[in-house]
Nanobody, 117 residues
């Protein structure tokens, strides 16, 4: 059974930092691309950042220079370091695992990040 469990969300003031973690089980973690997505109230889910199995990264323009995605294959965990947080970063953040050769993807249940002004 595949499980992606996010943690690290919470309430932070604008300008602050948070680090999200996503622990994966039930998948061969190192061959999966991993990603973070977010969904704000009343909005569609959007990509935040992805990291390939080889370590290549991609970021939404809105978070470039502020957020950093990384992975630790020994711990089956992907991280999202979020700095200089803004109120518009408030959303539920979801972890995603994807395997490009067959298109299979998995999702976590999400963790809430609230940034106060």
């Amino acid at each position: 059974q595949v499980q992606l469990v996010e943690s690290g969300g919470g309430l932070v003031q604008a300008g602050g930092s948070l680090r999200l973690s996503c622990a994966a089980s039930g998948i061969f973690f190192s061959i999966h691309g991993m990603g973070w997505y977010r969904q704000a109230p009343g909005k569609q889910r959007e990509l935040v950042a992805t990291i390939t199995s080889g370590g290549g990264t991609n970021y939404a323009d809105s978070v470039k220079g502020r957020f950093t995605i990384s992975r630790d294959n020994a711990k089956n965990t992907v991280y999202l370091q979020m700095n200089s947080l803004k109120p518009e970063d408030t959303a539920v953040y979801y972890c995603n695992a994807f395997y490009s050769p067959n298109g299979r993807a998995y999702w976590g249940k999400g963790t809430l990040v609230t940034v106060s002004s």
